[in-house]
Nanobody, 121 residues
Framework: QVQLVESGGDLVQPGGSLRLSCAAS????????MYWYRQPPGKQRDLVAS???????NYADSVKGRFTISRDNAKNTVYLQMTSLKLEDTAAYYC???????????????WGQGTQVTVSS
């Protein structure tokens, strides 16, 4: 079994900062690409950022220059540092990870349960 657990969601004022964390645990052989998605109320879930196992990153245009994704491979943990937060960043944030649970197993995508980020004055 593999679990991803997010933390760090909160209510923050516009212009503020927040750091999300997501730790993968369980039967893990290797963690490949890790992701952050978000889903505003009534809208679809979209990719925010991703980071490969060797540290290559990718960002949605809407967060470039404001959000930073990073990871600690020793802890199987991914972070999302969010700065200059805007009202439109309000959403449920989900982490995901492509994980192999043993050497010859396929890489499967696992999801966390989500953490709420609300940007409001």
């Amino acid at each position: 079994q593999v679990q991803l657990v997010e933390s760090g969601g909160d209510l923050v004022q516009p212009g503020g900062s927040l750091r999300l964390s997501c730790a993968a645990s369980g039967s893990i052989f290797s963690v490949n690409t890790m992701y952050w998605y978000r889903q505003p109320p009534g809208k679809q879930r979209d990719l925010v950022a991703s980071i490969t196992s060797d540290g290559s990153t990718n960002y949605a245009d809407s967060v470039k220059g404001r959000f930073t994704i990073s990871r600690d491979n020793a802890k199987n943990t991914v972070y999302l540092q969010m700065t200059s937060l805007k009202l439109e960043d309000t959403a449920a944030y989900y982490c995901a990870a492509s994980i192999r649970w043993r050497a010859m197993s396929p890489s499967l995508k696992y999801w966390g349960q989500g953490t709420q980020v609300t940007v409001s004055s």
